[in-house]
Protein backbone atom coordinates (compact mmCIF):
# COMPACT_ATOMS: atom_id res chain seq x y z
CA UNK A 1 0.00 0.00 0.00
CA UNK A 2 2.86 2.38 0.43
CA UNK A 3 3.25 3.13 -3.26
CA UNK A 4 0.15 3.90 -3.62
CA UNK A 5 -0.08 7.51 -4.85
CA UNK A 6 -2.93 8.15 -2.92
CA UNK A 7 -1.03 8.00 -0.24
CA UNK A 8 2.45 9.36 -0.90
CA UNK A 9 1.91 12.36 -2.98
CA UNK A 10 1.23 15.68 -1.66
CA UNK A 11 -2.22 17.74 -2.15
CA UNK A 12 -1.11 19.23 -4.89
CA UNK A 13 0.55 16.68 -7.15
CA UNK A 14 -2.81 14.67 -6.00
CA UNK A 15 -4.92 17.37 -7.62
CA UNK A 16 -2.73 18.07 -10.26
CA UNK A 17 -3.20 14.86 -11.35
CA UNK A 18 -6.56 14.27 -10.72
CA UNK A 19 -7.28 17.34 -12.99
CA UNK A 20 -5.27 16.62 -15.80
CA UNK A 21 -4.35 19.12 -18.87
CA UNK A 22 -6.47 21.92 -19.49
CA UNK A 23 -8.39 19.94 -22.52
CA UNK A 24 -8.74 17.26 -20.24
CA UNK A 25 -10.50 19.23 -17.66
CA UNK A 26 -12.56 20.58 -21.09
CA UNK A 27 -13.63 17.37 -21.65
CA UNK A 28 -14.82 16.61 -18.12
CA UNK A 29 -16.75 19.80 -18.02
CA UNK A 30 -18.65 18.87 -21.37
CA UNK A 31 -19.24 15.36 -19.48
CA UNK A 32 -20.50 17.32 -16.46
CA UNK A 33 -22.86 19.83 -18.84
CA UNK A 34 -24.05 16.79 -20.73
CA UNK A 35 -25.10 14.92 -17.28
CA UNK A 36 -26.83 18.03 -16.13
CA UNK A 37 -28.79 17.86 -19.49
CA UNK A 38 -30.33 14.46 -18.69
CA UNK A 39 -32.27 16.25 -15.80
CA UNK A 40 -34.22 18.15 -18.21
CA UNK A 41 -35.38 14.58 -19.88
CA UNK A 42 -36.20 12.82 -16.83
CA UNK A 43 -38.02 10.14 -19.54
CA UNK A 44 -34.42 8.60 -19.28
CA UNK A 45 -35.64 7.46 -15.76
CA UNK A 46 -38.48 5.97 -17.26
CA UNK A 47 -36.79 3.78 -19.84
CA UNK A 48 -34.03 2.81 -17.56
CA UNK A 49 -36.88 1.55 -14.98
CA UNK A 50 -38.78 -0.19 -17.62
CA UNK A 51 -35.40 -2.10 -18.80
CA UNK A 52 -34.65 -2.85 -15.32
CA UNK A 53 -37.59 -4.56 -14.80
CA UNK A 54 -37.29 -6.20 -18.01
CA UNK A 55 -34.15 -8.12 -16.46
CA UNK A 56 -35.78 -8.77 -13.03
CA UNK A 57 -34.29 -6.08 -11.07
CA UNK A 58 -37.70 -4.05 -10.09
CA UNK A 59 -40.79 -5.26 -8.74
CA UNK A 60 -42.23 -2.21 -8.64
CA UNK A 61 -41.65 1.07 -10.15
CA UNK A 62 -41.06 4.20 -7.97
CA UNK A 63 -42.43 7.88 -8.81
CA UNK A 64 -40.68 10.50 -9.19
CA UNK A 65 -41.47 11.68 -6.02
CA UNK A 66 -40.55 8.55 -4.24
CA UNK A 67 -36.96 8.49 -6.79
CA UNK A 68 -35.83 11.70 -5.29
CA UNK A 69 -36.48 11.88 -1.66
CA UNK A 70 -35.02 8.18 -2.10
CA UNK A 71 -32.07 9.68 -3.79
CA UNK A 72 -31.59 11.99 -1.21
CA UNK A 73 -31.73 9.09 1.91
CA UNK A 74 -29.41 6.71 0.10
CA UNK A 75 -27.10 9.54 0.01
CA UNK A 76 -27.07 11.21 3.67
CA UNK A 77 -28.05 7.49 5.41
CA UNK A 78 -25.28 5.29 2.92
CA UNK A 79 -23.17 6.84 0.42
CA UNK A 80 -21.61 9.88 2.53
CA UNK A 81 -21.98 8.97 6.26
CA UNK A 82 -20.21 5.21 4.76
CA UNK A 83 -17.42 7.18 2.87
CA UNK A 84 -16.57 9.14 5.48
CA UNK A 85 -16.19 6.72 8.00
CA UNK A 86 -14.28 4.55 5.53
CA UNK A 87 -11.61 6.83 5.04
CA UNK A 88 -11.30 8.59 8.33
CA UNK A 89 -10.30 4.65 9.09
CA UNK A 90 -7.77 4.94 6.74
CA UNK A 91 -6.85 8.54 7.56
CA UNK A 92 -7.76 10.23 4.24
CA UNK A 93 -9.47 13.56 4.52
CA UNK A 94 -13.26 12.92 3.13
CA UNK A 95 -13.70 16.54 2.19
CA UNK A 96 -10.28 16.58 0.45
CA UNK A 97 -11.08 12.98 -1.40
CA UNK A 98 -14.30 14.14 -2.85
CA UNK A 99 -12.28 17.46 -4.04
CA UNK A 100 -10.26 15.00 -6.53
CA UNK A 101 -13.11 13.11 -7.44
CA UNK A 102 -14.51 16.17 -8.51
CA UNK A 103 -11.41 17.27 -10.38
CA UNK A 104 -11.20 13.85 -11.53
CA UNK A 105 -14.99 13.08 -13.21
CA UNK A 106 -17.50 15.98 -11.66
CA UNK A 107 -20.19 14.14 -14.17
CA UNK A 108 -19.73 11.00 -11.73
CA UNK A 109 -21.11 13.00 -8.75
CA UNK A 110 -24.24 14.67 -9.72
CA UNK A 111 -26.58 11.44 -10.07
CA UNK A 112 -26.40 9.74 -6.93
CA UNK A 113 -29.23 6.73 -7.88
CA UNK A 114 -27.37 6.23 -11.23
CA UNK A 115 -30.63 6.35 -13.35
CA UNK A 116 -29.50 9.40 -15.30
CA UNK A 117 -26.38 8.41 -15.72
CA UNK A 118 -24.40 6.85 -19.37
CA UNK A 119 -22.89 4.24 -19.27
CA UNK A 120 -19.04 5.92 -19.04
CA UNK A 121 -20.51 8.19 -16.10
CA UNK A 122 -20.99 4.97 -14.26
CA UNK A 123 -18.32 2.89 -15.19
CA UNK A 124 -16.08 5.88 -14.28
CA UNK A 125 -17.58 6.45 -10.80
CA UNK A 126 -17.22 2.65 -10.34
CA UNK A 127 -13.32 2.90 -11.02
CA UNK A 128 -12.72 5.88 -9.06
CA UNK A 129 -14.22 5.20 -5.98
CA UNK A 130 -14.01 2.08 -3.54
CA UNK A 131 -17.24 0.93 -3.62
CA UNK A 132 -19.17 -0.18 -0.25
CA UNK A 133 -20.92 -2.66 -2.40
CA UNK A 134 -20.40 -2.24 -6.35
CA UNK A 135 -23.77 -4.73 -7.01
CA UNK A 136 -25.88 -1.81 -7.23
CA UNK A 137 -23.74 -0.31 -9.99
CA UNK A 138 -23.40 -3.40 -12.12
CA UNK A 139 -26.91 -3.86 -12.12
CA UNK A 140 -27.35 -0.78 -13.42
CA UNK A 141 -25.03 -1.42 -16.24
CA UNK A 142 -26.61 -4.47 -16.98
CA UNK A 143 -29.36 -2.06 -18.20
CA UNK A 144 -26.99 -0.33 -20.59
CA UNK A 145 -26.54 -2.34 -23.96
CA UNK A 146 -22.77 -3.85 -23.64
CA UNK A 147 -22.54 -1.71 -20.45
CA UNK A 148 -20.79 -4.80 -18.73
CA UNK A 149 -18.43 -5.93 -21.20
CA UNK A 150 -17.25 -1.92 -21.17
CA UNK A 151 -16.30 -2.13 -17.65
CA UNK A 152 -14.87 -5.53 -18.17
CA UNK A 153 -12.35 -3.61 -20.74
CA UNK A 154 -12.38 -0.45 -18.94
CA UNK A 155 -11.00 -2.14 -15.93
CA UNK A 156 -8.56 -4.51 -17.45
CA UNK A 157 -7.02 -1.03 -18.91
CA UNK A 158 -6.66 0.26 -15.59
CA UNK A 159 -4.88 -2.75 -14.54
CA UNK A 160 -2.82 -2.56 -17.07
CA UNK A 161 -1.76 1.02 -17.19
CA UNK A 162 -3.55 1.78 -20.40
CA UNK A 163 -6.62 3.43 -19.58
CA UNK A 164 -6.57 7.27 -20.62
CA UNK A 165 -7.84 8.19 -16.90
CA UNK A 166 -5.16 5.95 -15.43
CA UNK A 167 -3.08 8.76 -13.83
CA UNK A 168 -6.48 10.81 -13.05
CA UNK A 169 -8.25 7.79 -11.11
CA UNK A 170 -5.04 6.30 -9.37
CA UNK A 171 -4.88 9.83 -7.71
CA UNK A 172 -7.70 9.25 -5.98
CA UNK A 173 -8.03 5.10 -5.14
CA UNK A 174 -5.74 4.27 -1.75
CA UNK A 175 -6.79 0.28 -2.37
CA UNK A 176 -3.86 -1.06 -4.86
CA UNK A 177 -6.38 -4.68 -4.62
CA UNK A 178 -8.98 -2.72 -5.54
CA UNK A 179 -9.40 -2.65 -9.45
CA UNK A 180 -8.39 -6.51 -9.25
CA UNK A 181 -10.86 -7.34 -7.18
CA UNK A 182 -13.40 -5.33 -9.39
CA UNK A 183 -12.32 -7.29 -12.36
CA UNK A 184 -13.02 -10.63 -10.70
CA UNK A 185 -16.23 -9.47 -9.92
CA UNK A 186 -17.66 -8.41 -13.15
CA UNK A 187 -16.43 -11.47 -14.90
CA UNK A 188 -18.34 -13.21 -12.22
CA UNK A 189 -21.16 -11.48 -12.22
CA UNK A 190 -21.61 -11.29 -16.06
CA UNK A 191 -21.57 -15.83 -15.43
CA UNK A 192 -23.80 -15.19 -12.21
CA UNK A 193 -26.16 -12.00 -11.68
CA UNK A 194 -26.09 -13.58 -7.95
CA UNK A 195 -22.50 -13.91 -7.91
CA UNK A 196 -20.95 -12.55 -4.68
CA UNK A 197 -19.86 -8.97 -4.60
CA UNK A 198 -16.39 -7.42 -2.71
CA UNK A 199 -17.93 -5.96 0.06
CA UNK A 200 -15.77 -2.83 1.36
CA UNK A 201 -14.39 -3.52 4.81
CA UNK A 202 -15.99 -1.34 7.06
CA UNK A 203 -19.32 -2.03 6.05
CA UNK A 204 -18.64 -5.77 5.85
CA UNK A 205 -19.58 -6.69 9.44
CA UNK A 206 -20.72 -3.18 10.41
CA UNK A 207 -23.70 -2.72 12.67
CA UNK A 208 -24.12 0.80 12.11
CA UNK A 209 -24.56 0.24 8.44
CA UNK A 210 -25.89 -3.53 8.06
CA UNK A 211 -29.62 -2.54 7.57
CA UNK A 212 -28.70 0.48 5.73
CA UNK A 213 -26.12 -1.39 2.98
CA UNK A 214 -28.91 -4.14 2.63
CA UNK A 215 -31.55 -1.77 1.70
CA UNK A 216 -29.06 0.67 -1.11
CA UNK A 217 -26.45 -2.37 -2.06
CA UNK A 218 -29.00 -3.41 -4.84
CA UNK A 219 -30.74 -1.85 -7.45
CA UNK A 220 -34.01 -4.33 -6.37
CA UNK A 221 -33.66 -3.31 -2.69
CA UNK A 222 -33.05 0.34 -3.32
CA UNK A 223 -36.43 0.97 -5.40
CA UNK A 224 -37.95 -1.30 -3.14
CA UNK A 225 -37.35 0.78 -0.04
CA UNK A 226 -38.06 3.90 -2.73
CA UNK A 227 -41.71 2.18 -2.78
CA UNK A 228 -42.07 2.72 0.97
CA UNK A 229 -41.56 6.33 0.92
CA UNK A 230 -44.36 9.06 0.46
CA UNK A 231 -45.66 9.76 -3.13
CA UNK A 232 -47.26 12.96 -2.20
CA UNK A 233 -44.77 15.78 -2.48
CA UNK A 234 -45.71 17.14 0.65
CA UNK A 235 -45.48 14.58 2.63
CA UNK A 236 -42.08 13.64 0.79
CA UNK A 237 -41.29 16.95 2.25
CA UNK A 238 -41.62 16.37 5.46
CA UNK A 239 -39.69 13.36 5.40
CA UNK A 240 -37.00 15.04 3.82
CA UNK A 241 -37.42 17.36 6.64
CA UNK A 242 -38.36 15.79 9.88
CA UNK A 243 -36.48 12.39 9.06
CA UNK A 244 -32.92 12.46 10.55
CA UNK A 245 -31.10 8.76 10.77
CA UNK A 246 -32.41 6.02 8.86
CA UNK A 247 -35.88 4.99 8.88
CA UNK A 248 -35.19 1.20 10.05
CA UNK A 249 -38.67 0.39 10.10
CA UNK A 250 -38.13 0.52 5.88
CA UNK A 251 -35.51 -0.96 5.62
CA UNK A 252 -35.31 -4.59 3.82
CA UNK A 253 -35.59 -7.18 5.24
CA UNK A 254 -32.76 -9.76 5.94
CA UNK A 255 -33.51 -12.39 3.79
CA UNK A 256 -35.58 -15.76 5.53
CA UNK A 257 -32.68 -17.91 3.99
Do not use: W
Amino acid sequence: MDDVARLTQSPFTLMTQAAGSPAEMGQKLQRLAKALRQYAHPVVIDERLARLARLGYVDAIPSRVQIAIGAYDMLRFFIAPAAADYYDSKGINFNFHQLLRFLDDPSSMVDPTGLLSTTDNIIGHLMQVTHANPCYDLQLLDAHEGGLEELEKQVEQMLAGTHPRSRSIMAIIEDPTYHGKLLEYVRAFRVARDAQAPIRENVADSDRFKAIARTFGTVPNAMRYFCRLPSEPLAAARHALMTRRFPDHLAEPEPTH
